[in-house]
């Protein structure tokens, strides 16, 4: 059968537009690449190291920051505390070792006041852990709870490497063990875990033992 001119037109017309389309579609699958996104950094300017935010509820907000200038060693904390709703302004400042690697709030004692915690790590190999505690008033006041050191016989198996969360309103700190001659903490012969309760702005330790 022979096709007349008039039937040829949308026959030359689908071939002319769909035809392209489908070379630029396959050149496109082809040639698309997955873009990945630069990572962004926030650069503080001088003196500032370090900055978290903790936010408590709407209007209450917390920002811990490290500053210092020279050693890394040691520098400063600042806690600033920020009630919008309130219209009230505080901070706190103290002296810093090591270097802040998160902070968050709690109400361990469930006395309506937060305790903002700041967690740094320290030491000759950056594992040491320092914990820094502060409890927080609603009229933006501050009281300093000293977080217990570790008995003298644990220290001299501590290397740092610690685990640090929250389960159940309590806090856990686990690590492990080591022989007191093996100071480079080359091979671990244990663990302790450790939960800390709060109760009248005083820290108490309760130890688990290992199953």
Excluded at 2 to 29: G, H
Excluded at 153 to 165: C, L, M, N
Excluded at 174 to 196: H, R, W
Aim: aromatic share 10%; glycine share 8%.
């Amino acid at each position: 059968m022979r096709l007349s001119a008039a039937s040829l037109k949308p026959i030359r017309f689908l071939a002319f537009t769909l035809f392209p389309l489908a070379i630029m579609s396959s050149c496109n699958t082809d040639g698309e690449k997955k873009q990945v996104k630069p990572e962004t950094r926030v650069v503080l300017p001088e003196p500032f190291r370090a900055h978290k935010v903790v936010e408590v509820r709407p209007g209450l907000t917390f920002d811990v920051l490290s500053w210092g200038r020279g050693s890394q060693l040691s520098s400063a904390f600042l806690i600033l505390r920020s009630d919008s709703s309130a219209i009230k302004y505080r901070s706190v400042s103290g002296e810093l070792e090591g270097k802040i690697t998160d902070a968050w709030n709690m109400d361990m004692d469930s006395d309506g006041n937060p305790e903002i915690f700041v967690q740094a790590t320290s030491g000759d190999a950056g594992d040491d852990l320092k914990m820094y505690v502060y409890e927080f008033t609603d009229n933006g006041s501050s009281r300093e709870i000293r977080f217990p050191d570790l008995t003298s016989s644990t220290k001299k198996q501590y290397r740092g490497k610690d685990s640090v969360y929250v389960k159940e309103g309590s806090l856990f700190r686990e690590f492990p063990l080591f022989e007191s001659s093996d100071t480079s903490g080359v091979k671990a012969v244990g663990k302790k875990k450790l939960e800390y309760l709060l109760r009248g702005n005083s820290f108490s330790i309760k130890e688990h033992k290992e199953d």
